[in-house]
């Protein structure tokens, strides 16, 4: 009797240790969790499939086609790379030099006359996109807001009633972002904010009809679009540009952005006297 409980525990010890042991079996199985409140006062960036912001990034790079002085560019940087790539030419040093100078003269002055056309249609770089949402924020405040939320120049009236009437050529109607190629997420984390506020001003001022879209937009673009963007607009540096009702070739793209992006909106301004509960979300330690 004896020698078959003896056989059993030798048994039952032996299959715990086969099993790696009950200490580190309990031990695989314990999953701990932590909670966090979420807060509801933050607004979401709109969600785009990769597919949409390809589209979307070559319609744009194929606006900037358009401009006249990126044809002219585009053919300098190739003669250029026709002098620099052709063995068999016998140019004086200093006389190819004085041909390098003036293409790069010439590409310069390029670049200037570029911006300055492509400012009539868009806004380039993060702080003109920024400068004009903040404009369109100020349509709202009452004279009688204090002075810290009155900082900007008075608002044109000609140009308030085109943008209540929805006939203004030069309304911002979509913002683009290159989030994923700046580093610091605080010079871009605002633009949902802004464009809500914006957004939620116009649905007060602007006049809908069935030919036009009121608001406008947000897009974010895939990883390496800045530098897309940047040798589009003859730029160092472009991660953020805003697109104008009366952007040459621009209006397919728009209706494809308003017909796949939802516009960001602020709800607690729409309706302040909501209730908007915090939720607690688990997440799993493993």
Not at 5 to 17: G, M, V
Not at 117 to 143: H, R, W
Not at 156 to 178: F, G, P, Q, R
Not at 216 to 235: F, H, N, W, Y
Request: glycine share 4%; hydrophobic share 35%; net charge positive.
């Amino acid at each position: 009797m004896k020698s078959k409980k003896k056989k059993e525990s030798k048994d039952l010890f032996a299959q715990r240790n086969t099993s790696g042991g009950v200490r580190k079996k309990a031990k695989k199985q314990c999953v701990s969790s932590t909670f966090y409140l979420n807060n509801p006062y933050i607004i979401q960036w709109p969600k785009i499939s990769e597919e949409d912001q390809e589209v979307i990034l070559s319609n744009i790079l194929n606006i900037f086609s358009f401009f006249p002085n990126q044809r002219k560019k585009n053919k300098i940087l190739e003669k250029k790379r026709d002098l620099n790539n052709n063995k068999s030419t016998n140019y004086i040093d200093g006389d190819k030099e004085c041909i390098d100078e003036s293409m790069d003269d010439n590409i310069s002055s390029s670049q200037t006359d570029k911006r300055e056309f492509i400012t009539k249609y868009m806004t380039l770089g993060i702080n003109e996109t920024t400068k004009l949402l903040e404009m369109y924020s100020k349509i709202g405040i009452p004279l009688s807001a204090p002075s810290y939320l009155r900082f900007f120049d008075k608002i044109d009236e000609n140009y308030l009633s085109l943008l209540k009437n929805n006939k203004s050529a030069n309304i911002l109607k979509v913002v683009v972002i290159c989030k994923e190629d700046i580093q610091h997420n605080i010079l871009y984390s605002y633009f949902p904010v802004l464009c809500g506020v914006v957004n939620e001003v116009f649905s007060k001022i602007e006049a809908s009809d069935d030919n036009s879209q009121s608001g406008i937009r947000l897009v974010t673009l895939p990883k390496g679009s800045e530098q897309q963007l940047s040798e589009a607009a003859g730029l160092k540096r472009l991660a953020a540009i805003g697109i104008m009702k009366n952007t040459p070739h621009a209006e397919k793209i728009i209706d494809y952005i308003f017909k796949k992006i939802p516009p960001p909106q602020i709800p607690w301004l729409r309706h302040p006297s909501i209730f908007y509960p915090t939720s607690i979300i688990q997440a799993s330690n493993k």
